[in-house]
């Protein structure tokens, strides 16, 4: 079945290097996600790999995919105080549309 | 291009009441899913409708339903309210028609509270 597991919590001081971890279960997933939720708001797209690739790098975002432990990461360089959100990571399958399932989120403090 | 809105952005309903929501998906984008958003049961996918017709349904009571309009517009109806029920209901949009549409756009939310 579909599972996606995270930390709850991760707290960080301004300038550091944030890395968020994520589990997941369906070896058959297609894309992984990461999205950005800040207090009453919706998600926020940040970025996403393909099951065929092992590394993504969007700017101060890095995407690590490590398929033999179904292990993904979600490092954020210089770390900011409007990093503070919280961040899940999803999984869709081939074929499954639009049906994604998502992690319980990591809560990100970042401390001035 | 204007983001993915969603309509009331706050809603109080007593139990046993039904209630409507709307979401109105990016331009050009056929595809609108709809999400449940609570403390205890994180994110949670409804169903996904695409060109009028519901592609994909999540495991919620029938008492959760959905729809499509011609103009990609999508609206989800609760009906019999329950407490369990308060939550904020995402809607997010995509291109839809293949397989490798992967980018998928949220909304803000409506906030449900059941009373």
């Known amino acids: 079945g579909e599972d996606v597991e995270q930390s709850l919590f991760l707290s960080v001081r301004e300038g550091d290097s944030s890395v968020i971890n994520c589990t997941y279960t369906d070896s058959s997933s297609t894309y992984l996600y990461w999205y950005k939720q800040e207090p009453g708001a919706g998600l926020q797209l940040l970025t996403y790999i393909f099951s065929n690739m092992d590394m993504k790098q969007d700017q101060r975002l890095t995407v690590l995919l490590n398929k033999k432990d179904k292990h993904l990461s979600l490092r954020i360089a210089d770390t900011q105080t409007g990093d503070s959100a919280i961040y899940f990571c999803?999984?869709?399958?081939?074929?499954?549309?639009?049906?994604?399932?998502f992690g319980t989120g990591t809560k990100l403090q970042v401390i001035p | 291009k204007a983001g993915v809105t969603q309509t009331p952005r706050y809603l109080i309903k007593t139990r046993g009441q039904q209630v409507t929501l709307s979401c109105s998906p990016i331009?050009?984008?056929?595809?609108v899913s709809w999400y449940q958003q609570t403390p205890g049961q994180g994110l949670q996918f409804l169903f996904e409708?695409?060109?009028?017709?519901?592609?994909n349904k999540g495991n919620f009571p029938g008492r959760f339903s959905g729809r499509q309009f011609s103009n990609s517009r999508s609206e989800m109806n609760v009906s019999t309210l329950e407490l369990g029920d308060s939550a904020l209901y995402l809607c997010?949009?995509?291109?839809?028609?293949?397989?490798?549409?992967?980018?998928?756009?949220f909304g803000p939310g409506t906030r449900l509270t059941v009373t």
């Open positions: 999803a999984e869709r399958p081939p074929g499954g549309y639009q049906k994604v399932t």
């Open positions: 331009s050009g984008h056929r595809s």
């Open positions: 997010a949009s995509s291109l839809g028609d293949r397989d490798n549409s992967y980018e998928q756009y």
């Open positions: 409708y695409f060109s009028e017709t519901q592609r």
